[in-house]
């Protein structure tokens, strides 16, 4: 196996703090590193971008998942491109980073099983809406039935993105410093912030 090229200190430095503030996130409700904007390509071209929750997060192959409704507007926008990008802003640690990458949907049973079994009960009924999400409605309310016949799980998706690049915004008052990571090759360059 060859060996992953040398970052300068600085970078390490600044990638760890990302890596922590990021590998944090999913176990912390109150990280803010735990509700990025995904953003996608709509079906007509043009930018989207909405919040999800961070639910798993691996800081080694910088690799994420997310939940979503299967009938969601996101979810037909990555079938036809699937590439995504999930932005991060920590105000605390001033620190913004920008995951470009592609968005996977789980289609193994298995695993969609495993992860609905072990979500809050208050979750669930998120999935149950009788119209998909997004569908135009004359009261608010309307369409979610909390006695609905479905579990939700039929509408329950599981989405893996992987980052492909690692974009680190840190603001400082000593100087803002930007750094990107090539994921597969592990190595990176200082950009003009
Ligand atoms: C704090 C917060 C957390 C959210 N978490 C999720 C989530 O985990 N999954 C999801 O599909 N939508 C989540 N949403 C709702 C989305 O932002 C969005 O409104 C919804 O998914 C419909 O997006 P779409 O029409 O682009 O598919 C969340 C919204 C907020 C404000």
Redesign the pocket.
Known sequence: MSERPELDPGAHALISRASELFSAAPGNPQSPFR?PVLATIGRDGSP?G????LRTADPMAWQVT????SR????SELAGNDAAMLVFYDHEASLQLRLKGAIDRSTDSAVREAIWAELPASNRPNYRASLP??SPISAAGDGIDPAAAQSGYENFDVLTFSAKTVDILQLSRNGNRRYRLDVALGTGSWLVP
């Open positions: 509700y989207n909405r919040i999800l929750v997310l939940h979503s409704d969601a507007e996101k979810v999400t997004g």
